[in-house]
């Protein structure tokens, strides 16, 4: 592509176009994740593989205890094995009770 | 089986054979198999740290019995991971270097009688002063007390909050950071939300980041066996981190993860080399070489010895790298050892900072010494959306450079100001300027990043309160320092070619306010400002015009939370508009472009299209439109949207910003042979030739308020994306510190 170039007027302005375009995606789609410090920006628990959400457990509620009893984030969802055995006694079915759902101070 | 039997006897004979203050020095299980030292700092052998009381109660006739049975051992493994070492080498040299005289151990000693008192039941004390594991790692107030946090959680401590500071600042102190390892990990301790660890080790980030900030693996010095510790207490408490660690095989033994575990390989890894090292192999070094990472016990003795360079798992590739470059003696750790004292931090320090969407921040501190390394703090600070503030708190020095500190608003001051702010501030090596970040929110998300600089008495320019300023006649520029004599005048300032000083005027002996005249040629870029002999900061930026805004954070991040009665928190984002100018290079969006300042703008959300059906902007919050301050939406599924999704997505944050600003000057045309450089185009800015004439005299508008522009100035509106991410909450808050309130 290299070899091509605009020739005429309305080539350059459509080159400029796209490329101006192109700078602006880049910015959006060259993510730098943020991390948190207090958190995790782990792919899977916060962000999907493609660095959205679309990809994630729908509604979390649904997955979470299969995270808690598996250890399967160990630092965003509480664990079953070793830190917080009772995490789950005030909560059933967090699909329905999830304002419930505890937070934990390990 | 005859030889077998025949090894205690072999191991006596020689015990008789010694000198008796060597064999109590020196028994017979530990020590002799020791592997070269891989770095100078730590500990050259298993056997150093390892209290010397583990092998000499075990008599050699039991060990061979024992093998299989240490499981059942209180965990600390150091004893165990002698048997793995000698299992890599073969067994005849284990005889031959059982006599050698045994190397004092390297560590630091633990003097404070409440954590003697509380950790010496566990962690045996040495004659030596050494304290077994604790000995032999350092790590920041934070680490120290999630170390804390998982004794209570884990093995039933019981310790009064007072206890429990006394005991983290006695750690934080003796067994703390240098400046230096400090600063490598501030981020983390500033709980900051917008960095990055991508430019990490990836090895180390594999191993490490899907679970917690590597800020927290880079606030730690060990040695390297404690390194080993670390990763078995991990395989311990978090099985499914044998994945992340790359441990491919498990151990047959049942119990490859935790320092009980051990003993099952070091059974095996008698087998080998006699009874001699029954108790148990560490498995992190058999792992350094090979994959059998954790079983080198298990699968015996000669065949796998391995330093810790190289090889083994990701996790012990990461674990060789960190003893060599954060072991636990470092130089500077040495140095502050020796030159450590209590740095004078009482008087008063100058704030400069900034806030998001609260703009720059002014202020003063005033800092008194209540106790030692205890300090008592008043805060002035005026912000740039006009509020005034005063906030009282405390503060802490851990290891003389980090201070840990909270405070709470002032009776006068509004309640819209947060009720509690931590702070997370590192002193420079000169002691003279603190830098960090006082934070507050559920997620510690809301903060300011400040600087305080020290009066030490003489003149000192520290920031301007203009941080740019485009050509005009009579522009004032408000500088913030120390020390101003009475007699200033307007020849003390210089600001470089093209800046021309007309005025000062003195508001007290830390305010001062130039009136400078920039020619329209002056060449653009930072400017130092100095007053007579005192260098001061690069404080001003010269700019013809703005080119673009930019929208920072440009990816936010924020959480959904507090919905119903939930506990959960919301985790807040803010954002502000930046004008931006071309900078040197004259291209848009490149690495040396301008911030020039904060502007305002209007501010909405709009949609990341990912699917045809997207329509997470409805869902996710509201952001305000003057403010750019993003309140996510409640957590919990949502039986509004497809499949109950929770109110999290992808969307734009989209800012708009109508501002008036000064025409750039056409680009002096080209002479016509371009000749390798242009004779004095030099610094390339685009405001060199007649930049008058060019014909769009619009409306002048101010640029500030007694500033008059001599160029002509044009109302633009600028639009600027940024990008921002609303996800799911946490569940488990790591940090939470109960027990600082200092």
């Not at chain 1, 250890?71 to 094995?81: G, I």
């Amino acid at each position: 592509m290299k070899h091509l170039f605009a020739v005429n007027q309305k080539a350059r302005m459509i080159e400029g176009i796209v490329i101006q375009k192109a700078q602006q995606a880049h910015a959006m789609m060259a993510p730098d994740p943020p991390f948190g410090c207090t958190t995790m920006f782990s792919p899977g628990w916060e962000v999907d593989s493609s660095g959205g959400t679309h990809g994630l457990c729908t509604p979390i509620e649904r997955d979470l205890y299969d995270c808690y009893h598996t250890c399967y984030w160990p630092a965003q969802v509480p664990d079953a094995l070793t830190n917080s055995p009772n995490w789950a006694k005030s909560c059933g079915a967090p699909v329905n009770d999830w304002a419930s759902i505890d937070l934990v101070f390990p | 089986m005859a030889s077998r039997m025949s090894w205690p006897l072999l191991v006596l004979g020689l015990l008789l054979l010694l000198p008796m203050d060597v064999v109590a020095q020196n028994p017979p299980t530990g020590g002799s198999q020791t592997p070269p030292p891989t770095t100078q700092e730590t500990p050259p052998t298993t056997t150093q740290e390892t209290p010397p009381t583990t092998t000499q109660e075990t008599p050699p006739d039991r060990q061979e019995r024992s093998r299989g049975e240490g499981r059942g051992e209180r965990g600390d493994g150091q004893g165990r991971s002698r048997g793995g070492r000698r299992g890599r080498r073969g067994s005849g040299r284990g005889e031959q270097e059982a006599s050698a005289p045994k190397k004092p151990r390297k560590g630091i000693k633990v003097t404070d009688p409440v954590v003697i008192q509380h950790c010496g039941g566990c962690h045996k004390v040495g004659d030596d002063g050494l304290m077994s594991r604790v000995s032999f790692m350092r790590k920041g107030p934070e680490g120290w007390e999630m170390s804390l946090k998982r004794m209570i959680r884990h093995h039933d401590m019981k310790f009064s909050p007072e206890e429990a500071r006394q005991m983290i600042r006695y750690l934080a102190h003796q067994h703390g950071l240098a400046r230096g390892e400090a600063e490598r990990s501030l981020y983390d301790a500033e709980r900051r939300v917008h960095w990055s660890e991508e430019d990490k080790d990836q090895d180390l980030r594999r191993t490490c980041a899907p679970c917690h900030t590597l800020g927290r693996v880079f606030a730690q010095q060990r040695s390297g066996e404690e390194w080993q510790h670390l990763k078995k207490m991990h395989m311990a408490f978090f099985p499914n981190t044998s994945s992340q660690f790359g441990e491919r095989r498990r151990s047959r033994g049942g119990g490859d993860w935790g320092g009980g575990g051990g003993s099952t390989r070091g059974g095996s890894s008698t087998r080998g080399e006699g009874s001699t090292r029954g108790e148990g192999s560490t498995r992190g070094e058999g792992s350094t070489r090979g994959e059998g990472s954790t079983r080198g016990g298990r699968t015996g003795s000669s065949s796998r010895g391995g330093s810790s360079s190289g090889g083994g798992s990701r996790a012990d590739r990461v674990l060789a790298a960190l003893t060599k470059s954060q072991p636990l003696f470092s130089e500077e750790w040495e140095a502050w050892q020796i030159h450590e004292r209590e740095v004078p931090l009482a008087g008063f320090w100058t704030v400069i900072g900034h806030e998001v969407s609260r703009g720059e921040i002014r202020g003063t501190v005033e800092i008194s010494r209540t106790d030692q390394e205890t300090y008592a703090t008043v805060w002035t600070l005026e912000f740039g959306d006009g509020s005034r503030v005063r906030r009282e708190g405390r503060g802490v020095m851990y290891a003389g450079y980090s201070w840990r500190g909270r405070s709470r608003p002032a009776a006068e001051t509004p309640g819209t100001e947060p009720a509690e702010l931590r702070e997370v501030m590192l002193l420079s090596a000169d002691w003279n300027t603190f830098k960090g970040r006082c934070f507050h929110g559920g997620y510690s998300e809301l903060g300011m990043d400040v600087t305080l600089h020290r009066h030490t008495g003489s003149t000192q320019i520290f920031a301007s309160d203009e941080p740019a300023i485009a050509p005009a006649k009579g522009a004032e520029v408000v500088l913030r320092g120390t020390g101003f004599p009475a007699d200033v005048v307007s020849k003390d300032f210089h600001l470089g070619a093209g800046v021309t000083v007309t005025d000062v005027r003195r508001e007290n002996n830390t305010k001062v306010t130039l009136v400078v005249d920039i020619a329209k040629d002056a060449k653009l870029g930072k400017r130092r400002i100095s007053f007579r002999a005192i260098r001061g900061p690069e404080a001003v930026t010269l700019y013809d015009t703005v080119d673009y805004i930019k929208v920072t954070p440009g990816e936010g991040f924020s959480r959904i939370g507090k919905g119903g009665k939930g506990k959960i928190p919301k985790q807040y984002e803010r954002f502000e508009a930046w004008a931006m100018h071309r900078g040197p290079d004259k291209k848009l969006y490149t690495a040396d472009n301008w911030q020039i300042k904060v502007v305002d703008a209007k501010w909405r959300l709009d949609e990341f299209s990912i699917h045809e059906y997207d329509d997470d902007v409805k869902y996710v919050g509201e952001i305000d439109e003057d403010t750019g301050f993003f309140t996510p939406a409640i957590d919990g599924p949502n039986p509004k949207r497809r499949w109950n999704a929770n109110n999290i997505g992808n969307v734009y944050v989209v800012a708009e910003a109508k501002l008036a600003v000064p025409v750039r000057p056409p680009e002096p045309k080209k002479v016509e042979k371009p000749k390798a450089d242009a004779p004095e185009g030099g610094g390339g800015d685009g405001n060199q030739g007649g930049g008058n004439g060019n014909g769009n005299g619009g409306p002048s508008v101010a640029v500030s308020a007694a500033a008059v522009p001599i160029v002509a100035l044009e109302d633009k509106v600028f639009k600027a994306h940024g990008h921002l991410l609303v996800t799911v909450p946490l569940y488990v808050m790591w940090e939470r510190y109960d027990w600082d309130h200092r």
